[in-house]
């Protein structure tokens, strides 16, 4: 401190600690790209793991009752949006009639696209029974109704999976057609 109890420069501790944090929240933000971004309106969904990854997702590649899928979204220039563990996109396919009026809109001929990432503790949804067409996640068992707007159908888990709604594009892939419905990631209820 200055004589008289001024500080020197016009800076103390509390200016620094602010400048410091401002500074590195814009330095992040400049540095994220378009592969740290959640999948966006227009990107194209490609498979995200297997022999056939990188291949787009279409749907005779998804029958009915299928296994769930992993995918990843490309956008227009090519990037794959995979840089944020929260654009982890699962894909089912249900029979259409088994999915809620309300819902169809964001589905592409029973296909359902929800966020791979589960709403408890962020666990990565890894299970999927097609009798019970249920998504579970093997950290707490928490199991979610992707059909049903990825309703919460045993806990843990409170907050419902986000749903990324569908597209059809050329030749049956599949494409984005608008940011999830929900924030993906765990949170509260």
Do not use: Y
């Not at 057609?177 to 765990?186: E, M, V």
Request: aromatic content about 4%.
């Amino acid at each position: 401190m200055a004589q008289g109890g001024q500080r020197a420069h016009g800076l103390d501790r509390r200016s620094v600690v602010v400048g410091a944090v401002a500074c590195c929240a814009a330095a992040g933000t400049a540095w994220a790209g378009p592969e740290d971004m959640l999948p966006q309106k227009g990107d194209r969904l490609v498979l995200g793991d297997g022999a056939k990854a990188g291949q787009p997702v279409t749907l005779d590649g998804l029958p009915v009752g299928g296994e769930l899928v992993e995918a990843v979204a490309v956008d227009p220039q090519g990037v794959k949006r995979e840089g944020s563990r929260f654009s982890k996109i699962i894909l089912v396919r249900v029979a259409p009639d088994q999915i809620p009026e309300d819902q169809r809109a964001h589905t592409v001929d029973g296909v359902v696209a929800v966020s791979g990432v589960c709403t408890h503790q962020g666990c990565t949804i890894t299970g999927w029974n097609h009798d019970s067409r249920r998504l579970s996640c093997f950290c707490h068992h928490s199991e979610f109704l992707p059909a049903e707007g990825g309703r919460v159908a045993k806990g843990p888990a409170r907050k419902r999976l986000p749903v990324l709604p569908l597209a059809r594009g050329e030749g049956g892939t599949l494409m984005v057609a608008g940011a999830f419905i929900g924030k993906p990631g765990p949170g509260p209820a």
